[in-house]
Each structure stands twice: as C-alpha cells, then as structure tokens.
C-alpha cells in the first residue's frame, strides 16, 4: 500500500519536476501556484506512505529505497518551510528535479534490503537516519540556493533585466535561503555522524574508517565544514561557494550511492 | 458625433513648434472661451502639456476650421505650422483622446502624468462653460477608458525613470531596502533624486562625499545623513551597500583594487554601484569582482528602454481595450442622438391621445373607474403598438451611418418639434428617462 501511496506522491511531483524546467525559460505565477499545490498535495501522499511504512511493523526505514523516501520528505518540508518564510518558489528549480528523482527511484518496487542484523540501539538508529536526512536536505536545498545565486548574479552583471531567468529572487534572499540551510544542516549532519557512529560501535565494537561509505561521508562532512568556515570568516559567496556546495554536493551522492556497496553501512555482513 | 481634433505632439512636431503653441496654464480658460465664440464650434477644450497641445472640439456641422483659428490665435503661417498638424475627426478624434487619457500617446507610454493633465485641462474648459454636453460626455468615458486600461493590463506597472530603475536594481541585489546604507559621491541633481527614492524604499542612512566639503554637508543635512571628506572616501565606502557616484572627474575614481579592499572589509557582501558620471567614475574591471555590481548611465538607460518594450506588449492589449470602447461610446452617444426624437414622438401622441379620451369623454357619459381604466389601457394599448417599429427603427438606425436621415424623415412624418440645446430644460430630463428605461 505504501507503494501506492508514494506513487501517487511521484505524480505530484511530476508537475513540480515540469514546473522546474519551464521556470528556467519563462516566468508563470499560475504555474508556480499549480507547482505549489501539486506539491503540497504530493507532500500529503507522501506523508501517508512513509507513516504506512513506520507503522508495517517492521523498522524498514534502513532500506535504501525508504530512506530515499524519507529524504525527498524532508527535501519537500524545507522547500515549504522556505516557501512559507520568502514566498518564493525558485528553490523549486533544484529540489523538485531531486525530490522526483529520489522518490521515483524509491516508488520503483518494495526494496528487499531490510536489517539482517540485529541493531542494538534502536533508538540511535532512528536518531542517526532522521539527523543524516535533514543535514542531506539542508545540503541540498544550500546547494540549489548557491546555483540560484550564480544564475541571479549573471542575471545582474548582464545587465539584461528581461532576460530568461527573471522569476528568482533578490541575490541577498537566495543566499540568505543558502546560508540558512548550511547553517541549520551542518549540526543535524554533524549529529547524524555522530549517532552513526555510536550505532556502528555498538553493533560492530569498531568503526571501520576505510569503508567507503564513512569514508565519503566523512569527506562530505569536511566539505561541508569549510563550507560553513569560509562562509563564517570571509562571507564566501558566489562562484566561490558555489563550487564548495558543488563538490559537497558530489560527495553526499557519492557517499549516497555508497549505500549500494558498502558492507558496514548495509548492516548485511 | 461631430468631433474634430487639431494638434500637435512630440512625434509630429518638433520642440520649437510646440514651444510656440503651449498655452500656459493662466491664458487656457481664455484660449476655451475664444475657441467657442469661433465659428461652427459649440464645445471645445485645449489640452497643453510639453509634449503635446491638441484643440478638441465638438462642432454645429463636423466642419470648423479649427486651423484657422490656431493660425489666428498663435499667429503662425500656415507653411509654419500645418505640416506638423494632425487632424482627427468623430470616430478616429474620440479613439485618439481615448489613447492620450490612457497614456498611450505619451512619449514614455504608461507614464501616468498625462492623465493628470488631461483632467485639469478638462476642469478649466468645463469651469468656463466651454465643456458642456458632448464633450462632457467624451471626457468622462475618457478617464473611465484610461482607468480600465490601467487596472486591465500593465502599461504603467513597470518604473521608467532611471532613479526608480536604480531602485528596482538595488531591490533585485538586496531584497529589502531596509537597513542599507547609501553613499553618495559627487553631489549632483540626479544623484540627489537617485538617493531619494533609495530612501523613500527604505535605505536606513546616505553619506556624502564632495571634493567641495560644504556641498556634502549641505546635501548630507537634506537627508539627516553624514558628510565625508573626499579623502576618507576610500576607507568609508565599504560602509555602503549601494554607492551613487556622479563626480566630474577625469578618470574612474574607484578601481578594482578599491573594490577588492571593499569587499574584503565586507566579507563578500555584495555592493551595487550606481555611476551616472560621464566619464565613468567606476573603471569596467571594478564590475567583473564577484559581489560588485556596476550599472553606468548607458545601462540604466537600456533598463529604462526595456521597460518601455515591455509597455509596448501590454500597449498592444490596451489598443485592443479602445478600440472596443471607442465602439461602445459611439453607440451610445448615437443612441443618445435619437432620444430627442424618440421623446417628442412620444409626447405628440400622447398630447393626442389625451386630447382625443377628452373629447369623446362628454358621448361616452359617466364612466365607472373600470371603465375609465379600461379606456386607458386601450388607448395606450394603440399608441404603444403604433410607436413600437418606430422606436425601435430609430435606436437600430442611431448604430448606423443612415441615421440622420431615420431622424429626419420620423420628424417630418409627424411634424416634431426637437427643442435645441439652450431651451432644453425639459427634453433633457426626460432624455434621462428614456436613457435609463431603454
């Protein structure tokens, strides 16, 4: 059932995912309120599906394909909450392409992955999942913000006000919008490393630093870092930050993606 | 319909032209009562502003020679003016009034200023008895017309002016204006005009900087801002979110260096850089630093343009709004034209079926009050139906070009008796009431 329910999510989503790429070519108001509650409407689908999914009996969300549910989820809430604080849409551009991308591969089939082995603390693992996913969105919407900002400020240095892109918002909104989100991500991500940790502890006795997975993550968390360094000390902007939340970005699908062959993280040794 | 328009404006004649024909504002009561004493005018107003002055009248027989009299009142040749001239007639005068009102023949098309104009213009005729009836009426549906043009398509949304564009930019950099901080180097008129509207939107303070101190404290003080020596000038700036720079200097007074310290100071924020100084006071290089944003006088000015493009688009639509109102208001006024025929048709039957109920009152003896009723309502009855294809033949002819001669032959038929304007106290009321039951 739960499957059902995030395809219909996967629907919705799809007129966010056509939003996102109209917008790059023309502005429409009428559209973006569709976007919006198509969206919010998907959000609902979604939220029932996941609740079905906690509720089935079994803790499932460890299974690649709910937790990338679980991410598009969270993804959507802070696109909203965005929404709700600055009224725009734009973040749309980059989190409705992702969210549709992550639920679709998720609404494909029921995953067979599930724990094999028994996790100690339960508790920790619920912690670790919800903490990594918020950090993985704030990641993403901050990335999508530093793309924006690059788009708004070529936008201005062309001084071609009727250009295409003219649906974005103020350059101070979208980095605002980008240093919220890398400010707000980094102790969630720090947190779910950490939790991580401990569960891998408790489970294994070790952390084993070598395993692809933690390796990336860690990379992607050291990224992340000097991201929220430079950003702190010298206001890091633009091109520069845009690239920084690029290779960010790369590492967390890189460490992502990792889900598919690491063997610690997979809990399936 | 009998209206003619005589005129000049920015398109059709040059500065010094029009600058011969502007009427000031003290001599156009003056102007409007000379127009209506001229032959074969009955209403007429003048509408005067820098960019256009136009005769509008509403004559006795669609003919006055309205450029005899801008020849006789401006004492000009007719070589000298006529070949600026543009001549409008009934349908084509009230489309073009209808497109001044909504600003479409402005130079800068949706600049709301014009309406403005056209109303005082249309006070001043009408205080002196000059704007009456038809003219009364054309105006009226003018400013209804141009409000509709304004709430139905965007003509005058976007800003034009190059200190309202600068504020757009700064908004499209900041957000919000509030909070920022304005620097203003060089103390010049549009620099000062430029900071005014930064305010208005918002800015929190403006600092000054002159080579000539008391300048920058005098204009520092209009706008409870700081003044700075021109010296301290490169240590202050980055104080300032967005620089309006107009100095008279030789060469680019802030250079890329300058932006690279300013920046740095700032961590990064971005700084916005107005420089409306012929030469340029920013150096071209200075705008390729990632968080510095140059806008010279030639690119404010495309803004400006660009804006004027996109009010073409919705200019078209406005076109379209006209063209539907100019149909409406001469159907109306047409209708209008045949309501003093309809009314006096009305009356001359009903002088005679009243004359004739009293006269064959006295053979018909007492009557019941049925009776009476009965009598009424038959009589009525025949009038109603006798009228009924005249009147509506009269309403239809009134939307066609034969009209005059429906109304013409309906008054000789019947022998009617159209009261003219001036003794028309009563016709006119009624017309009212055939107006608002029709």
């Keep these: ?269 | 319909m009998r209206f003619q328009l005589i005129g000049v404006n920015h398109k059709s004649a040059p500065l010094e032209v029009r600058e011969r024909l502007a009427i000031s504002e003290s001599r156009l009561p003056d102007t409007c009562r000379d127009l209506t004493a001229y032959p074969g005018i009955e209403e007429a107003m003048v509408i005067s502003t820098c960019n256009r002055v136009e005769v509008i009248a509403h004559t006795v027989n669609g003919h006055a020679d309205l450029r005899g009299f801008l020849h006789e009142h401006f004492h000009l040749k007719p070589e000298e003016l006529d070949p600026h001239l543009y001549e409008f007639r009934e349908k084509d005068a009230v489309r073009h009034v209808f497109r001044v009102a909504s600003s479409l023949d402005s130079m800068v098309v949706g600049e709301a200023q014009i309406l403005g104009q056209v109303k005082e213009a249309y006070a001043t005729a009408r205080a002196v008895g000059a704007v009456r009836g038809q003219l009364d009426q054309l105006f009226s549906r003018a400013f209804a017309v141009a409000k509709r043009v304004r709430t139905e398509t965007a003509v005058g949304s976007s800003s034009v002016s190059i200190a309202s564009v600068a504020v757009e930019l700064a908004k499209k950099i900041f957000g919000s204006l509030h909070g920022k901080n304005v620097f203003i180097v060089g103390a010049g008129k549009m620099s000062e005009l430029a900071a005014r509207h930064l305010m208005a939107h918002g800015c929190a303070s403006i600092f000054v900087a002159n080579r000539t101190y008391e300048r920058a404290i005098g204009l520092a003080q209009k706008f409870d801002g700081q003044a700075i020596k021109f010296e301290d000038l490169y240590a202050t700036c980055d104080r300032a979110d967005i620089v309006i720079t107009s100095t008279g200097a030789p060469h680019a007074i802030f250079r890329r260096e300058h932006g690279e310290q300013f920046l740095a100071r700032r961590k990064n924020r971005p700084m916005f850089f107005i420089d409306i100084a012929v030469p340029r006071d920013v150096s071209p290089e200075m705008a390729k630093l990632d968080g510095i944003f140059t806008y010279d006088i030639d690119d404010l000015q495309q803004a400006v343009s660009s804006h004027v493009a996109d009010r073409r688009k919705e200019a078209e639509l406005a076109e379209a709004i006209i063209a539907s109102e100019v149909e409406r208001f001469e159907a109306r006024l047409s209708t209008l034209d045949v309501v003093p025929t309809i009314v006096s048709l009305q009356d001359h039957l009903e002088t005679i079926r009243q004359a004739e109920i009293d006269r064959v009152r006295g053979r018909l003896g007492q009557m019941t009050p049925e009776q009476e009723i009965a009598v009424e309502a038959l009589t009525r009855g025949i009038i109603n139906k006798v009228m009924h294809t005249p009147i509506t033949t009269l309403k239809s002819a009134a939307r066609e070009s034969e009209a005059t001669t429906v109304v013409d032959v309906v008054r000789r038929l019947f022998n009617l008796q159209v009261k003219g304007k001036d003794g028309a106290a009563q016709p006119a009321a009624k017309k009212d009431e055939v107006g608002t039951r029709s």
């Design chain 1, 1 to 269: 059932m739960s499957l059902l329910w995030l395809r219909f999510a996967l629907g919705c989503y799809f007129i966010g995912l056509v939003y996102a790429f109209v917008a790059l070519s023309r502005t429409s108001d009428l559209f973006a309120r569709i976007a919006l509650h198509a969206a919010s409407l998907g959000m609902v689908f979604h939220f029932v599906s996941l609740v079905e999914v906690f509720l089935s009996g079994q803790f499932v969300w460890a299974s690649v394909h709910n937790g990338e549910s679980l991410l598009a989820f969270i993804s959507m809430t802070f696109f909203m909450v965005i929404y709700a604080i600055y009224k725009t849409t734009s973040p749309g551009v980059v989190v409705f392409p992702v969210v549709f991308f992550l639920t679709f591969v998720a609404a494909i089939d029921q995953q067979p992955v599930l724990l094999t082995v028994l996790v100690q603390r339960r508790g920790w693992l619920i912690a670790h999942i919800i903490l990594i996913f918020t950090g993985y969105a704030a990641l993403v919407l901050s990335f999508g913000a530093s793309l924006l900002y690059l788009l708004q400020e070529r936008r201005l240095k062309s001084k071609k006000p009727t250009s295409l892109i003219s649906f974005l918002p103020a350059l101070e909104v979208i980095d605002q919008i980008g240093y919220r989100s890398l400010l707000l991500g980094f102790p969630f991500m720090t947190l779910g490393l950490l939790t991580g940790s401990v569960v891998a502890l408790t489970t294994y006795g070790r952390v084993n630093f070598l395993d692809p997975k933690i390796l990336l993550s860690v990379l992607m968390w050291a990224v992340y870092m000097i991201m929220v360094f430079t950003r702190w000390n010298s206001g890091w902007r633009g091109r520069r930050a845009a690239i920084l939340a690029s290779f960010a970005f790369v590492a967390a699908l890189a460490a992502w993606a990792a889900n598919y062959f690491s063997t610690m993280h997979r809990f399936a040794s």
